[in-house]
């Protein structure tokens, strides 16, 4: 008994083992790492070349486009696409104004409706929510048609000739409701909502000062998409707008480039009225294509960082 009694002790005064490091199987190893980053390098380039190219191909001369091809720097370099581009008066930047402005205001009023549209379809206590949500659910199956919509956008709401015919239309879409109701249910909890209410805040106070937070990234997602529809429509122009003063920019270059086009097809009809080899045709539609990507381009790192930001992280104190 004493014998078992001192290696017991001596057991307990040993210095414990050294515990063998273990390795994280989801940690990547130096090399794995290198190769991955090189391989989203790669793929960077290779998404950006052709945004690299339209630019340059935008500053170089209409005869060296032809005559070379696209280059990586331009054979001979001009601006005369922008200045064909710009030098119809005050028709291209007054359609920029009209569009930055519709894209703008548009991109505020969807947000709001279809914030507080999807909202009230989250909550599990509001009675009237299966019938809202099929009556937005509705409009996207089926629509009254076209001239429905053009009787209604002309002779009921007269929208004619107006900046509200540039982004009205399209500030409200159903398809994002639906989007947003999701959301909502997913990342706002309803113990946060029961919990504000206990404290007395109203409908109203909830929703802006802890929904509204917590759905920031849903709501830039729908700004962000919402902004890019009501930059690149032109339908509705097409449709509802006769006075130049109210051109978005998106149907001013397409009536710009349906000319060009014309002009070059009926080229041999029109000798001495018109000197067709100075008209710019394809650095004309790289040019209009930077100026019409360039600002949303310019807009989506500003979205970017809400898509990844943390939901609800530190929402729920247990």
Known sequence: MATTAKIESRQAFKPAAKKKKERDVLALSPLANAGLNALLIVACILALLPIYVIVIASVTSEASLSANGYRLWPEEFSVEAYRF?????????TAYINTVISTVVGTVMSVVMVALYAYPLSRDNFKFGTFFTFFAFFTMLF???LVSYYMVMRQVLMLQNTLWALFLPSAFSPFWVIVMRTFYRSNV???IVEAARIDGANEWRTFIQIVLPLSVPGLATVALFSAIGIWNNFFNALLLVDDARYYSLQFTIYTTLNNIRFLLENADKMQGLVNISELPSQTFRMA??????????LAYPFFQRYF????TIGAIKG
């Not at 581009?85 to 930047?93: A, K, R, T």
């Not at 209009?288 to 381009?297: L, S």
């Open 85 to 93: 581009l710009f030098s119809q008066g005050s028709i291209v930047v």
């Open 143 to 145: 629509s009254g048609g």
């Open 189 to 191: 909890p309803n113990e």
């Open 288 to 297: 209009m294509a930077v100026v019409t990507v360039g600002p949303i381009i």
């Open 308 to 311: 990844i930001k943390g939901l």
